[in-house]
């Protein structure tokens, strides 16, 4: 009820809270409720209200009673809780002051205990640091006399731990005396240990292994590692320099050998090792040392974690510069060993030793990456290939002197014992001397293939094979030989030497031959078997063929010269030293006419085994018809001469002269038999003539030239290309003659004829 | 009137010499000896129009013989000399003489032409004892009184009294070697107060002191053969240029006779001469057998070899001169090669008087006048 009521009070406040009439509500205003209840309601209703509102209130007292009646049992049972509560915290509380005043009693015991045991424990602390201190002291006391123990064992490394552990401690206390002591009795043990190390390390018995120990040690010690850089190379330097030494000896061996080989046969000892031998020594000693020093030296120096930056940068160089020089050393060894190689003849095992060498570089090259020897090596091997080419064409050319120098004889010797076998040979020289140059040339090709066979190492690196094929063998060997030839050739037509003349017609048509057909060959053969570069400019094929042709063109040019100017001295000769004036009637050909006859047909015979004939202008079969038009001419001029003396006599020559073609007399010859005799007897006639106009004759002087020339004109026309040609040249003679007569009478041609067919 | 086509002079005669008149520096001169066996010799006198490009000429008897070699007195214009060859039955010989021209060139010429006068012989040299002569040489430099004979192996000095009408042999020299050696020609060197000459014999040329008369020096296997012509560069000291049978021109520094500066090899028969010209010696003049004159200029042994022997000697005002010259620097070589001969050409002379004027006279007696080709002549000048 009262739950009801508050309930009610609860509505009336909270909801219809304001309306005074809510007779639950909390502003529930009796008598504004009463008045409006008395206004709107009647009496009965009134009186209804009346009796429900009693009733109401009679419940809610009810209620009220009830509610009362109920909490003052709790109230009660409550009130007792409390009660039995406060016995209990008071027990409690006596527990609690016994615990505390225990706790204090234990605080107060266990500070007197501790109070009375720090001392103690500062003792022990104390003693225990004396005692370690103690066992270092002990440790560096006995430090001397280990040390000499582990130096007496030979236990460096042993001696080092200890000595770099103790030795910072004798640094710092180095004050104290006895310490100072230890310390310097210390120092000089280790003195002696790094003696005996760098005694161990310049040992040159000791093996790398040792080496590198004994390195490892000393840079422990704060050996200096520059010095021991310098001292290691330093040593290292000795054995290689022996090596090298030994290398040098072989070379000084081979020279004296070279130089005393036709004295004294060597003793075996002293037998010099050949080129293979010589390069594999060089590289099983030399080079593998050298291989081993720069490999511990890089295991030593190099290659260690602690090793500061700069100190490797100095070891490298260091390192570098000691290879370089020993490595130029080497080289030059080498090179001087190849080159004295020279002049042996084995190829096959100097392109081995070579490759061998090469191929050893390149494994060097390996092993210290900063620096570049296979290229020096290849220069090395290019140098004596080179070396190679040049003294093969020494040789070709020797053997092409050779040759010139066995024709030359072979032309002295048979001119002396026979006439005959003299003429047979000339095509059996030529055919050698081209065989023989040719198989040379060929045999040379072959031996330098050698270095570029396929087995060779050096031979496939471009930078060697290259040059090789195109500069040296191609531009340096057959270029160089055939230039030489030529050269040589030209020689003879310049130079002052006096070649015998059969020798410039053979190399004359030798250079013919080979602007035919051996240059193109040899050409075409060295690029087949070298497999050159056609993109590399070289020498062209075209152009030899023209120096060559040029020179075989001089040759013969010269040669006609040559026998021109004999015979054209033996004329002058004859003509110079006679007295033209008082001569008596010619009953003879001069002797030197038929000389000149037989020179000529000696001539044409050597031409003819060498040249093709050639063409001839107008061929006659006999020479009776030549002699009769001739003997036909000079009646006819002998006629004007004897009807008028007195006209200028030179008119007549004119004349004929403007009807002739002028007369080259040293002009160039052809390659056949008939101009190169055709310019010999120019030359000669034409010399005849002069030397005629610079005499004076008799009458029987005249007469005896005009049988000459009769006499010539029957033998020579056969040998020349136009035969017009001997008769105006002979012509002008006998004219010439006529002019510088005193007394110009004419033989009879029947008498000429006469006298000549006698003759 | 500058024509550049040659003058061409025909002779009746065969002939060897010819000479330029040195003595004659106005005109342009030449004197010419024929060669005939049986007709009377004649001398030429030939004088070279060059305005109208015509030839006049004197014609004087020769009536010694032919003549074989004829040279003209540098000083005195109407003197010269003859080398000739007197014939009899039965013997020849050479012999020389001293003859002076009847008078001026235009006086004579206005006579009758149908007769011609004679030479007027001053007098004979006599080497008889030394055999053939070959040539007599005058003075370079002008002194008059004495001459130079070339005998077959001697050298003879004359003095000369041309007034008086006389020559005294003064000195002389013989030649000695293998064989009996002949003298072929010779050269008077203009330098060094004249005092030396050189000679060839065979394949050797060889210099002479005159105050000595002893040789001093030779020239071994000079030409391959016989030597036919020398000539001393008339501008540098020391330079010579022979000729020989061996169809070469070879230059020669005689402090030098090892080798030869230069070989020129244009001509295809044997050289018989070779001349200096005496005003611009790089102009080489060459006659041959082979019936050509061949005229070459060789500037580099010249005493005028444009830069590199006279630069550092010349004024600076020249040096753009210079320049333009260098820009196109000049070679040695053959300028022209004259073809108007038929005959062996023997020999060849400058004119005295006219720079650029030559003469060549072929056996067939075919004298022709050239000139350097206007070209070349401007090159040298400018």
Request: glycine fraction near 4%; include cysteine; proline fraction near 3%.
């Given at each position: 009820?009262?739950?009801?009521?508050?309930?009610?009070?609860?509505?009336?406040?909270?909801?219809?809270?304001?309306?005074?009439?809510?007779?639950?509500?909390?502003?529930?205003?009796?008598?504004?409720?009463?008045?409006?209840?008395?206004?709107?309601?009647?009496?009965?209703?009134?009186?209804?209200?009346?009796?429900?509102?009693?009733?109401?209130?009679?419940?809610?007292?009810?209620?009220?009673?009830?509610?009362?009646?109920?909490?003052?049992?709790?109230?009660?049972?409550?009130?007792?809780?409390?009660?039995?509560?406060?016995?209990?915290?008071?027990?409690?509380?006596?527990?609690?002051?016994?615990?505390?005043?225990?706790?204090?009693?234990?605080?107060?015991?266990?500070?007197?205990?501790?109070?009375?045991?720090?001392?103690?424990?500062?003792?022990?602390?104390?003693?225990?640091?004396?005692?370690?201190?103690?066992?270092?002291?002990?440790?560096?006391?006995?430090?001397?006399?280990?040390?000499?123990?582990?130096?007496?064992?030979?236990?460096?490394?042993?001696?080092?731990?200890?000595?770099?552990?103790?030795?910072?401690?004798?640094?710092?206390?180095?004050?104290?005396?006895?310490?100072?002591?230890?310390?310097?009795?210390?120092?000089?043990?280790?003195?002696?240990?790094?003696?005996?190390?760098?005694?161990?390390?310049?040992?040159?018995?000791?093996?790398?292994?040792?080496?590198?120990?004994?390195?490892?040690?000393?840079?422990?010690?704060?050996?200096?590692?520059?010095?021991?850089?310098?001292?290691?190379?330093?040593?290292?330097?000795?054995?290689?320099?022996?090596?090298?030494?030994?290398?040098?000896?072989?070379?000084?061996?081979?020279?004296?050998?070279?130089?005393?080989?036709?004295?004294?046969?060597?003793?075996?000892?002293?037998?010099?090792?050949?080129v293979l031998e010589f390069v594999d020594c060089g590289c099983n000693g030399f080079l593998s040392n050298m291989c081993l020093v720069i490999a511990s030296y890089n295991d030593m120096?190099?290659?260690?974690?602690?090793?500061?930056?700069?100190?490797?940068?100095?070891?490298?160089?260091?390192?570098?510069?000691?290879?370089?020089?020993?490595?130029?050393?080497?080289?030059?060894?080498?090179?001087?060993?190849?080159?004295?190689?020279?002049?042996?003849?084995?190829?096959?095992?100097?392109?081995?030793?070579?490759?061998?060498?090469?191929?050893?570089?390149?494994?060097?090259?390996?092993?210290?990456?900063?620096?570049?020897?296979?290229?020096?090596?290849?220069?090395?091997?290019?140098?004596?290939?080179?070396?190679?080419?040049?003294?093969?064409?020494?040789?070709?050319?020797?053997?092409?002197?050779?040759?010139?120098?066995?024709?030359?004889?072979?032309?002295?010797?048979?001119?002396?014992?026979?006439?005959?076998?003299?003429?047979?040979?000339?095509?059996?020289?030529?055919?050698?001397?081209?065989?023989?140059?040719?198989?040379?040339?060929?045999?040379?090709?072959?031996?330098?293939?050698?270095?570029?066979?396929?087995?060779?190492?050096?031979?496939?690196?471009?930078?060697?094979?290259?040059?090789?094929?195109?500069?040296?063998?191609?531009?340096?060997?057959?270029?160089?030989?055939?230039?030489?030839?030529?050269?040589?050739?030209?020689?003879?037509?310049?130079?002052?030497?006096?070649?015998?003349?059969?020798?410039?017609?053979?190399?004359?048509?030798?250079?013919?031959?080979?602007?035919?057909?051996?240059?193109?060959?040899?050409?075409?053969?060295?690029?087949?078997?070298?497999?050159?570069?056609?993109?590399?400019?070289?020498?062209?094929?075209?152009?030899?063929?023209?120096?060559?042709?040029?020179?075989?063109?001089?040759?013969?040019?010269?040669?006609?010269?040559?026998?021109?100017?004999?015979?054209?001295?033996?004329?002058?000769?004859?003509?110079?030293?006679?007295?033209?004036?008082?001569?008596?009637?010619?009953?003879?050909?001069?002797?030197?006419?038929?000389?000149?006859?037989?020179?000529?047909?000696?001539?044409?015979?050597?031409?003819?085994?060498?040249?093709?004939?050639?063409?001839?202008?107008?061929?006659?079969?006999?020479?009776?018809?030549?002699?009769?038009?001739?003997?036909?001419?000079?009646?006819?001029?002998?006629?004007?001469?004897?009807?008028?003396?007195?006209?200028?006599?030179?008119?007549?020559?004119?004349?004929?002269?403007?009807?002739?073609?002028?007369?080259?007399?040293?002009?160039?010859?052809?390659?056949?038999?008939?101009?190169?005799?055709?310019?010999?007897?120019?030359?000669?006639?034409?010399?005849?003539?002069?030397?005629?106009?610079?005499?004076?004759?008799?009458?029987?002087?005249?007469?005896?030239?005009?049988?000459?020339?009769?006499?010539?004109?029957?033998?020579?026309?056969?040998?020349?290309?136009?035969?017009?040609?001997?008769?105006?040249?002979?012509?002008?003679?006998?004219?010439?003659?006529?002019?510088?007569?005193?007394?110009?009478?004419?033989?009879?041609?029947?008498?000429?004829?006469?006298?000549?067919?006698?003759? | 009137?500058?024509?550049?086509?040659?003058?061409?002079?025909?002779?009746?005669?065969?002939?060897?010499?010819?000479?330029?008149?040195?003595?004659?520096?106005?005109?342009?001169?030449?004197?010419?000896?024929?060669?005939?066996?049986?007709?009377?010799?004649?001398?030429?006198?030939?004088?070279?129009?060059?305005?109208?490009?015509?030839?006049?000429?004197?014609?004087?008897?020769?009536?010694?013989?032919?003549?074989?070699?004829?040279?003209?007195?540098?000083?005195?214009?109407?003197?010269?000399?003859?080398?000739?060859?007197?014939?009899?039955?039965?013997?020849?010989?050479?012999?020389?003489?001293?003859?002076?021209?009847?008078?001026?060139?235009?006086?004579?010429?206005?006579?009758?032409?149908?007769?011609?006068?004679?030479?007027?012989?001053?007098?004979?040299?006599?080497?008889?004892?030394?055999?053939?002569?070959?040539?007599?040489?005058?003075?370079?430099?002008?002194?008059?009184?004495?001459?130079?004979?070339?005998?077959?192996?001697?050298?003879?000095?004359?003095?000369?009294?041309?007034?008086?009408?006389?020559?005294?042999?003064?000195?002389?020299?013989?030649?000695?070697?293998?064989?009996?050696?002949?003298?072929?020609?010779?050269?008077?060197?203009?330098?060094?107060?004249?005092?030396?000459?050189?000679?060839?014999?065979?394949?050797?040329?060889?210099?002479?002191?005159?105050?000595?008369?002893?040789?001093?020096?030779?020239?071994?296997?000079?030409?391959?053969?016989?030597?036919?012509?020398?000539?001393?560069?008339?501008?540098?000291?020391?330079?010579?240029?022979?000729?020989?049978?061996?169809?070469?021109?070879?230059?020669?520094?005689?402090?030098?006779?090892?080798?030869?500066?230069?070989?020129?090899?244009?001509?295809?028969?044997?050289?018989?001469?070779?001349?200096?010209?005496?005003?611009?010696?790089?102009?080489?003049?060459?006659?041959?057998?082979?019936?050509?004159?061949?005229?070459?200029?060789?500037?580099?042994?010249?005493?005028?070899?444009?830069?590199?022997?006279?630069?550092?000697?010349?004024?600076?005002?020249?040096?753009?001169?210079?320049?333009?010259?260098?820009?196109?620097?000049?070679?040695?070589?053959?300028?022209?090669?004259?073809?108007?001969?038929?005959?062996?050409?023997?020999?060849?002379?400058?004119?005295?008087?006219?720079?650029?004027?030559?003469?060549?006279?072929?056996?067939?007696?075919?004298?022709?006048?050239?000139?350097?080709?206007?070209?070349?002549?401007?090159?040298?000048?400018?």
């Amino acid at each position: 009820m009262l739950k009801m009521y508050y309930g009610l009070d609860e509505d009336k406040a909270g909801g219809a809270s304001l309306d005074p009439c809510d007779i639950d509500g909390a502003h529930f205003k009796p008598d504004l409720y009463l008045g409006k209840l008395i206004q709107e309601k009647s009496l009965t209703e009134l009186m209804d209200k009346e009796s429900e509102m009693l009733r109401q209130i009679r419940s809610l007292d009810s209620d009220m009673q009830t509610l009362v009646y109920e909490n003052y049992n709790k109230f009660i049972s409550a009130t007792d809780t409390i009660r039995k509560m406060k016995n209990d915290f008071r027990k409690m509380e006596d527990e609690m002051d016994h615990l505390a005043s225990n706790m204090s009693r234990i605080t107060v015991f266990s500070s007197n205990i501790s109070h009375t045991l720090q001392d103690r424990r500062q003792n022990i602390t104390k003693l225990a640091g004396v005692h370690s201190l103690l066992k270092k002291l002990q440790f560096l006391f006995e430090l001397p006399a280990r040390l000499k123990k582990c130096i007496e064992m030979k236990a460096y490394s042993q001696a080092v731990r200890y000595y770099t552990k103790s030795q910072q401690v004798l640094h710092q206390y180095q004050h104290m005396p006895s310490f100072q002591g230890i310390n310097s009795d210390c120092s000089k043990i280790i003195k002696e240990l790094t003696q005996n190390l760098k005694q161990q390390f310049r040992d040159k018995e000791s093996t790398p292994k040792q080496l590198a120990e004994c390195v490892d040690l000393l840079l422990q010690l704060h050996e200096p590692a520059e010095e021991l850089c310098e001292e290691f190379l330093e040593h290292a330097r000795q054995k290689l320099d022996c090596d090298i030494q030994e290398l040098q000896h072989q070379i000084n061996l081979l020279k004296n050998v070279n130089k005393t080989s036709e004295t004294a046969p060597p003793s075996y000892l002293d037998t010099p090792m050949d080129v293979l031998e010589f390069v594999d020594c060089g590289c099983n000693g030399f080079l593998s040392n050298m291989c081993l020093v720069i490999a511990s030296y890089n295991d030593m120096f190099l290659n260690r974690q602690q090793g500061s930056e700069d100190i490797d940068s100095i070891a490298v160089k260091k390192l570098v510069i000691f290879v370089n020089t020993l490595m130029e050393l080497y080289f030059n060894a080498v090179q001087e060993r190849v080159h004295i190689e020279k002049e042996t003849g084995d190829n096959t095992l100097l392109v081995r030793a070579l490759d061998r060498f090469h191929r050893r570089l390149q494994a060097m090259n390996k092993l210290l990456p900063d620096t570049d020897f296979s290229r020096a090596g290849t220069n090395i091997v290019s140098k004596a290939a080179q070396d190679r080419v040049n003294h093969y064409l020494e040789s070709l050319k020797q053997h092409f002197t050779d040759c010139l120098t066995d024709i030359r004889q072979n032309l002295a010797s048979p001119r002396l014992a026979n006439k005959q076998e003299q003429s047979v040979n000339l095509t059996e020289l030529l055919g050698n001397i081209q065989v023989t140059t040719l198989e040379q040339v060929k045999s040379v090709l072959i031996n330098l293939q050698v270095f570029i066979a396929s087995d060779i190492t050096f031979a496939m690196k471009p930078y060697f094979r290259g040059p090789f094929c195109t500069h040296g063998v191609r531009e340096g060997l057959v270029v160089s030989y055939i230039k030489m030839i030529t050269d040589m050739c030209q020689d003879f037509c310049e130079g002052t030497s006096t070649p015998p003349p059969a020798l410039l017609l053979i190399l004359s048509r030798l250079c013919s031959d080979y602007e035919s057909s051996t240059i193109s060959y040899l050409i075409t053969l060295t690029e087949e078997q070298f497999d050159m570069d056609p993109h590399v400019e070289v020498t062209s094929v075209s152009e030899l063929c023209v120096n060559i042709k040029q020179t075989a063109q001089n040759l013969l040019s010269h040669y006609v010269k040559v026998q021109g100017l004999a015979i054209s001295q033996m004329l002058r000769k004859s003509v110079e030293t006679r007295d033209w004036l008082n001569t008596i009637e010619p009953r003879n050909v001069r002797a030197v006419m038929k000389r000149v006859v037989e020179d000529i047909t000696s001539i044409d015979s050597l031409v003819g085994q060498l040249y093709e004939e050639g063409i001839k202008k107008e061929r006659s079969s006999d020479s009776s018809r030549r002699a009769h038009s001739y003997s036909y001419a000079s009646q006819q001029r002998r006629g004007q001469w004897n009807f008028t003396p007195s006209i200028d006599n030179s008119l007549m020559s004119n004349i004929q002269k403007l009807f002739s073609e002028k007369i080259e007399i040293f002009s160039t010859v052809e390659f056949s038999k008939v101009s190169v005799l055709t310019g010999i007897i120019k030359i000669s006639l034409k010399t005849f003539m002069e030397c005629v106009r610079l005499r004076i004759f008799g009458r029987y002087g005249l007469q005896q030239i005009q049988v000459d020339t009769y006499y010539l004109q029957l033998y020579l026309w056969r040998f020349v290309s136009d035969e017009n040609l001997v008769q105006v040249l002979l012509d002008e003679i006998v004219c010439s003659t006529v002019h510088r007569c005193l007394d110009p009478s004419m033989m009879e041609p029947s008498v000429i004829e006469l006298i000549c067919e006698r003759g | 009137m500058e024509d550049e086509a040659p003058v061409i002079y025909g002779l009746e005669f065969q002939a060897r010499a010819l000479a330029a008149q040195a003595g004659e520096t106005d005109q342009i001169r030449f004197i010419v000896g024929t060669q005939s066996l049986r007709q009377e010799n004649q001398v030429h006198h030939i004088d070279f129009d060059d305005e109208n490009n015509v030839i006049n000429k004197n014609v004087f008897l020769h009536k010694e013989g032919e003549i074989w070699h004829i040279s003209a007195s540098t000083v005195d214009k109407d003197l010269l000399t003859t080398c000739y060859n007197k014939t009899s039955e039965s013997k020849a010989e050479m012999k020389a003489a001293l003859w002076k021209l009847p008078g001026d060139f235009d006086e004579v010429q206005s006579e009758d032409q149908s007769s011609h006068q004679s030479l007027n012989l001053i007098c004979h040299l006599d080497g008889s004892d030394y055999g053939d002569m070959k040539s007599i040489m005058w003075h370079p430099s002008g002194d008059n009184s004495n001459v130079i004979g070339l005998a077959d192996n001697h050298i003879i000095v004359w003095d000369i009294d041309t007034a008086g009408g006389s020559a005294k042999m003064s000195s002389s020299t013989g030649l000695e070697g293998k064989g009996q050696p002949k003298h072929t020609c010779s050269s008077w060197d203009p330098h060094h107060n004249s005092v030396q000459i050189s000679t060839a014999n065979d394949t050797y040329i060889r210099g002479w002191d005159l105050r000595t008369m002893k040789q001093t020096y030779v020239i071994e296997n000079a030409h391959s053969q016989l030597v036919r012509d020398i000539d001393f560069n008339p501008n540098k000291q020391y330079y010579l240029v022979s000729c020989g049978d061996d169809c070469k021109v070879k230059f020669w520094d005689v402090r030098n006779v090892g080798q030869p500066l230069q070989i020129l090899a244009d001509h295809s028969h044997w050289v018989w001469s070779v001349r200096y010209n005496r005003f611009h010696d790089q102009l080489i003049l060459s006659s041959s057998s082979d019936s050509r004159v061949i005229l070459n200029n060789i500037l580099s042994l010249s005493s005028e070899p444009y830069g590199h022997l006279i630069d550092n000697d010349d004024d600076d005002d020249d040096v753009d001169d210079r320049d333009n010259r260098e820009s196109s620097p000049p070679q040695d070589g053959v300028i022209a090669t004259y073809e108007e001969h038929e005959d062996s050409v023997y020999t060849v002379d400058w004119s005295a008087a006219d720079p650029w004027v030559f003469a060549s006279l072929s056996y067939d007696g075919r004298l022709v006048i050239n000139r350097v080709p206007r070209a070349e002549k401007y090159k040298i000048l400018l």
